[in-house]
């Protein structure tokens, strides 16, 4: 079935650094990917939509300047935290679907981001 | 914009038990339900979903029910088992393909053998 590849799984950075996350699809080309961000023994709560191409679409209260998505392959999405800070620290998770707009989302497992 | 609510929190069965998590949405322009488990620390799968055209769908011990007039949503699970033991969470979308997904704030479910 259709994999979804997050990479780093966990990460720990000093706080001021930026740790990039990367979301690959492994056998199928995804137009869209989408980054949540899941805060302990909560729901997952949508970032920002990232769209092959060009500009992220970004939902409201989440900085577009603080949590940079590039996307620029149809099977590779990124998301940067700048300047992080402990409040950052969350799990972040993408998804991504193929190109049939039927087709499932699947899931990356995750990127735990401790910043201390 | 859509709003979920998940009810309930926590839930704890007996093994062999059923279990039903229920789920509102605001948004009557919302026309698609996925329901998907997550372990912890893993990422969340899709086990059911359910679309605006149809008022149940079953698969295996998994059921869902869709009250579009109430606007809620149900997850039924049979014949409970300790692996089903996991966080659940419901979803409500207007784009019909899934996108732009608004998620309830999870159950948490454990079965006791």
């Known amino acids: 079935g259709a994999v979804v590849s997050q990479h780093p799984s966990r990460v720990i950075c000093k706080s001021g650094t930026s740790v990039k996350i990367e979301c690959r699809s492994l056998?199928?080309?995804?137009?869209?990917m989408f980054w949540y961000r899941q805060f302990p023994k909560q729901s997952l709560m949508l970032m920002a939509t990232?769209?092959?191409?060009?500009?992220?679409?970004?939902e409201q209260g989440v900085e577009k300047d603080k949590f940079l998505i590039n996307h620029a392959s149809l099977t590779l999405s990124t998301l940067t935290v700048t300047s992080a800070h402990p409040e950052d620290s969350s799990f972040y998770i993408c998804?991504?679907?193929?190109?049939?707009?039927?087709?499932?989302?699947?899931f990356g497992n995750g990127t735990r981001l401790t910043v201390t | 914009g859509e709003n979920v609510e998940q009810h309930p929190s926590t839930l704890s069965v007996q093994e062999g038990d059923s279990a039903v998590i229920k789920c509102t949405y605001s948004?009557?322009?919302?026309?698609?339900f996925p329901w998907y488990k997550q372990e912890l620390g893993k990422r969340p799968q899709l086990i059911i979903d359910?679309?605006?055209?149809?008022g149940e769908k079953k698969d295996q011990r998994i059921a869902v029910t869709l009250n579009k007039t109430a606007k809620h949503f149900s997850l039924h699970i049979t014949e409970t088992q300790p692996e089903d033991s996991a966080v659940y969470f419901c979803?409500?979308?207007?784009?019909?393909?899934?996108?732009?997904?608004?998620f309830g704030g999870g159950t948490r479910l454990m079965v006791k053998p």
């Open positions: 998804s991504a679907r193929g190109l049939d707009q039927r087709s499932p989302l699947h």
């Open positions: 990232s769209n092959e191409g060009s500009k992220a679409t970004y």
């Open positions: 979803a409500a979308s207007r784009d019909n393909a899934g996108n732009m997904l608004t």
């Open positions: 359910i679309r605006s055209n149809v």
């Open positions: 056998d199928f080309q995804a137009t869209t």
């Open positions: 948004d009557s322009a919302s026309n698609y």
